[in-house]
């Protein structure tokens, strides 16, 4: 079985890569992006981040939006390591999950000239041309999924779904 230490790695590295790309920073219009220090802020545990006063917009973890108060877009990010029967012993395939919710109100983009398509289709396409096909440290991701929905009658999202491939580690020893 691969090694769960995979989860909180890909989230870091996956959590980085958004945070360093400035049009996907600017497709989630974070409320504090002003901020010299924005990149630090975000890379906190999202509970610190709400009591120095900052509105975190990506999760390494699933969010329930009815706790959200704000008109916002935030990202979560998943790890999942499903198993898997058609596959040699020593391959298992983990998924990474990033999910895109937009308060309905925040969905339109009106801060980037040029862009017709609602923020959450926008971002999504920004994360697939990022992560489809990158090595993010578990080998290529493959985009397997890109789905739409909505998810109360306040937001509404979009879910990526990636493979990759992680070698276990006990086949090394």
């Known amino acids: 079985m691969a090694n769960s230490r995979i989860i909180s790695e890909l989230k870091t590295k996956v959590t980085k890569m958004i945070i360093n790309d400035e049009?996907?920073?600017?497709?989630?219009?974070?409320?504090?992006?002003?901020?010299?220090?924005?990149?630090e802020i975000y890379m906190i545990n999202s509970a610190e981040t709400e009591e120095a006063g900052y509105t975190p917009v990506i999760y390494r973890e699933h969010q329930n939006p009815n706790m959200i108060t704000k008109t916002i877009t935030f990202l979560t990010i998943e790890v999942n390591i499903p198993e898997n029967y058609n596959t040699p012993e020593i391959f298992k395939y983990p998924q990474l999950e990033i999910w895109?919710?937009?308060h309905n109100k925040h969905?339109?983009?009106?801060?980037?000239?040029?862009?017709?398509?609602?923020r959450n289709d926008y971002i999504s396409i920004l994360l697939d041309e990022k992560f489809n096909g990158e090595s993010a440290g578990i080998g290529s991701l493959k985009l397997i999924s890109n789905t739409a929905g909505i998810y109360d009658d306040k937001f509404v999202y979009r879910r990526l779904a990636f493979t990759g491939i992680d070698l276990s580690d006990t086949i090394c020893d």
């Open 23 to 39: 049009e996907l920073v600017k497709a989630i219009d974070p409320p504090n992006y002003q901020d010299e220090n924005w990149e």
């Open 100 to 102: 895109i919710i937009s």
């Open 107 to 118: 969905n339109r983009i009106d801060n980037i000239k040029g862009v017709r398509d609602n």
